[in-house]
């Protein structure tokens, strides 16, 4: 399993002098740590060997979880995964895929909220992306908007606003 800290951390539950480096610097987090043990004592009962571990980000009443690899590899059959990760965090727990389609990483973080669609429109000089949802699904977002569009802006390096129709 993939995962921002080294194997032997994770296993012996200390940081090597490298990965310390890395929390100074503010590249890995203890939660992504955290993450990780519960990650490695998640599979030795269910094989998610191949899943890909690369940031949690605490969202407050949500702890998102982000992989480059298959969402469903990490939320596992009928949830078992995602609901332990859950469990043992303490928070509800989402799981978006980085990396890749942006479009797609909307989609998992905003869930069960309908992604309508990106635009990108310049505003005074400056990109900003626009995430469209459905006006109807606001109540269903994981979060409130203003944590909602701060996540998606350091998520996607780029200003996004949401707009609801
Ligand atoms: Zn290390």
């Known amino acids: ?5 080294c194997d032997s951390d994770v296993r012996s539950g200390e940081l ?4 310390r480096a890395k929390l100074k610097a503010g590249k890995i987090s203890a939660l992504d740590f955290e993450v ?3 990650l490695f004592k998640i599979n030795e009962r269910y094989n998610i060997s191949n899943a890909s571990f690369n940031k949690a980000i605490d969202l407050g009443r949500v702890v998102l979880i982000l992989t480059t690899g298959e969402v469903g590899l990490l939320i596992g059959k009928d949830g ?33 909220a309908r992604l ?20 109807a699904d606001m109540v269903h977002l994981p979060l409130d908007l203003p944590s909602l569009e701060q ?14 129709e």
């Open 1 to 5: 399993m993939k995962t921002p800290v």
């Open 16 to 19: 090597c002098s490298e990965c």
């Open 151 to 164: 996540v998606l802006r350091s998520l996607l390096e780029d200003d996004v606003k949401l707009s609801f």
């Open 80 to 112: 078992k995964i995602v609901a332990e990760l859950s469990h043992s965090l303490g928070k509800k727990v989402r799981i978006a895929e980085t990396g890749g389609d942006v479009k797609k990483t909307i989609a998992d973080i905003v869930m069960p």
């Open 116 to 135: 309508l669609g990106i635009n990108k429109v310049f505003h005074d000089g400056r990109e900003v992306m626009t995430v469209r949802l459905a006006r």
């Open 36 to 38: 990780a043990q519960i």
